[in-house]
Nanobody, 125 residues
Framework: QVQLVESGGGLVQAGGSLRLSCAAS????????MGWFRQAPGKERELAAA????????YYIESVQGRFTISRDNAKNTVYLQMNSLKPEDTAVYSC??????????????????WGQGTQVTVSS
């Protein structure tokens, strides 16, 4: 069992930055691949970024490539999402999720077993 708690969301102007954190409790955090999903109003949930157990392999949806960076600190049981050059279209509820496997999971939400409650990110124009 893994519990996930996100923090770091908020309101920011376009062009600004935010760093989201996801703190995990439970066993063997380093054995889980992690992902950040987002869901904007009226849109489907999408996988924004993901990484494998070590952080050595990462994935980004095309719309955030070059602006977002996902990372993890297994000693602190925490995964991060650094978001730079934010745009109004990045506005969404961001949720971290854990997949019960060490390899990166990019196939969709069904690969993830544990979910945080989500944190709102709002980017004003």
């Amino acid at each position: 069992q893994v519990q996930l708690v996100e923090s770091g969301g908020g309101l920011v102007q376009a062009g600004g930055s935010l760093r989201l954190s996801c703190a995990a409790s439970g066993r063997a955090f380093s054995m889980y691949a992690m992902g950040w999903f987002r869901q904007a109003p009226g849109k489907e949930r999408e996988l924004a970024a993901a990484l494998n157990w070590s952080g050595g392999r990462t994935y980004y949806i095309e719309s955030v490539q070059g602006r977002f960076t996902i990372s993890r600190d297994n000693a602190k049981n925490t995964v991060y999402l650094q978001m730079n050059s934010l745009k109004p279209e990045d506005t969404a509820v961001y949720s971290c999720a854990a997949a019960p496997r060490p390899l990166i999971a990019t196939g969709g939400a069904h690969e993830y077993r544990y979910w945080g409650q989500g944190t709102q990110v709002t980017v004003s124009s």
